[in-house]
């Protein structure tokens, strides 16, 4: 485990204890959302895994406002069917080829904050949506997420070399990225600990931000 938990006040005041600053309150905001946006980026682990049900009736489905990368996307009505991504390329070639007929989804790609289904559903069908979500970002309405309350100094650091960049402290930024990076790398392999105990691995198709999934490509070749 990391540290003690905070909530988002407290790790405010832990930034500016940290850096003896007391005139740095207009930018503690930016420093946590820059911490967090680091976080989103690198981070794929068990806590951030979120599953939603959505109803397929249309071409395109919008996706849940926390979502971030996919992970299964299954027909759960009638016929139990996983879906495979595409490319939006190769979803494209796919539809032409095959005189954008209507049916059930077999293929999806994702499109800013829309999926788009091929073929084009032919009724209406329940989808499961298996994805990584964004850590909920801190603030006075949200005061504390899994990270801050398992993993405070993964946050505590991160904030610390950003506020360091800010200041122009390149000594103090070079030792709080090291800092930052060895509670990160911790955080992944105790989230990987927890994901799969002590029972034998099995092929998986995430390794919580080490490989990438695999997509499909589809051509008339």
Same mark, same amino acid.
């Given at each position: 485990m990391g540290w003690q938990s905070m909530t988002y006040s407290e790790l405010k005041t832990a930034i500016a204890n940290y850096l003896?600053?007391?005139?740095l309150d207009s930018m503690m905001d930016t420093f946590i959302q820059q911490t967090e946006a680091e976080?989103? #980026?690198k981070?794929?682990?068990k806590d951030m895994i979120k599953r939603a049900t959505a109803t397929a009736d249309a071409q395109y489905l919008t996706l849940?406002?926390?979502?971030?990368?996919?992970?299964?996307?299954?027909?759960t009505s009638g016929n139990f069917s996983p879906l495979f991504q595409m490319s939006?390329?190769?979803l494209d070639v796919y539809r032409k080829g095959n005189d954008n007929r209507t049916g059930q989804p077999i293929y999806y790609a994702l499109v800013d904050d829309t999926m788009e289904l091929c073929p084009t559903p032919d009724g209406s069908y329940t989808l499961q949506l298996t994805y990584?979500?964004?850590?909920?970002?801190?603030?006075?309405?949200?005061?504390?997420n899994f990270v801050s309350t398992s993993y405070s100094d993964v946050y505590l650091y991160?904030?610390?070399r950003t506020a360091s960049i800010y200041l122009m402290d390149d000594a103090r930024a070079s030792g709080f990225t090291s800092l930052f990076d060895k509670s990160l790398e911790?955080? #992944?392999?105790?989230?990987?600990?927890a994901a799969f105990g002590k029972g034998s691995l099995i092929p998986r198709r995430r390794t919580y931000g080490r490989t990438k999934k695999q997509v499909v490509y589809w051509s008339n070749n």
């Open positions: 003896n600053r007391s005139d976080l989103n #980026r981070l794929r682990t849940p406002t926390d979502w971030m990368e996919a992970i299964n996307v299954e027909i939006i390329e190769s990584f979500s964004k850590i909920p970002a801190l603030s006075d309405s949200n005061t504390s991160g904030c610390l911790e955080m #992944r392999m105790e989230q990987e600990r």
